[in-house]
């Protein structure tokens, strides 16, 4: 059952940090953004053109920046209040609201193959059956299309709890609650060791580990 789910307890509105967050939240947000796009276009996804997934895509930041954009993007989350406020942002911004869903990343309401891009961004550091949800993105990807990753570097300090508390609006209880499982590079490499990585490495001052795979 999806409410039986740890995530959703998980209720930190990241549209709201982007626009009312701390300063170091707000920065964050426009560089990761900026880094995302940059990852679109060397996988040669286009907008107008591809249809993107955002899996565990929260309140909707990602949809709103790309929709805006237009790129043809739609969402996954299993948080009922954070879909329910994503459907109501992408309604201000003139969006389609059901381009927002809620639903289970393990089991996506998409047909085999339908898929050009997914975006799993900040996602498999918050993951216990990672390899399940790497294998449910593949299946719905068409050969040739691309997943397109990033998760926190371990050794940048940023993320360490104590300074997670400093900079970000979030709770210390919601921080200690939701801690990172930290993925290395190979990490992602093994996990995705059925594609062919694209490209790879560090991004935002070296606090993002990212990968760019394409199915094989």
Not at 78 to 92: A, M, T
Not at 156 to 173: D, E, N, T, Y
Not at 188 to 210: K, Q
């Amino acid at each position: 059952m999806i409410a039986a789910h740890p995530e959703v307890t998980f209720t930190y509105d990241l549209v709201q940090a982007e626009r009312f967050g701390t300063l170091s939240e707000r920065v964050w947000h426009r560089l990761r953004k900026r880094a995302l796009v940059g990852l679109l276009r060397s996988a040669g996804v286009v907008p107008g053109r591809d249809t993107l997934l955002d899996i565990g895509t929260n309140s909707g930041p990602l949809l709103l920046h790309l929709g805006a954009r237009g790129y043809r993007i739609c969402g996954v989350d299993l948080n009922p209040e954070l879909v329910r406020k994503g459907r109501e942002y992408l309604r201000e911004a003139g969006l389609d609201p059901a381009t927002l869903m809620l639903g289970n990343a393990n089991r996506l309401e998409f047909a085999d193959g339908s898929l050009d891009c997914v975006l799993m961004i900040d996602l498999l550091e918050h993951c216990v059956e990672e390899e399940a949800l790497v294998a449910e993105a593949s299946r719905v990807l068409r050969k040739g299309g691309h997943a397109i990753v990033a998760v926190p570097c371990p050794w940048h300090p940023i993320w360490h709890p104590w300074l997670k508390k400093i900079l970000s609006g979030r709770s210390a209880a919601d921080i200690d609650s939701h801690p990172d499982r930290f993925k290395t590079g190979r990490d992602l490499a093994r996990l995705f060791a059925s594609f062919r990585r694209v490209r790879g490495g560090l991004r935002v001052g070296g606090a993002w580990i990212v990968g760019v795979f394409e199915k094989r």
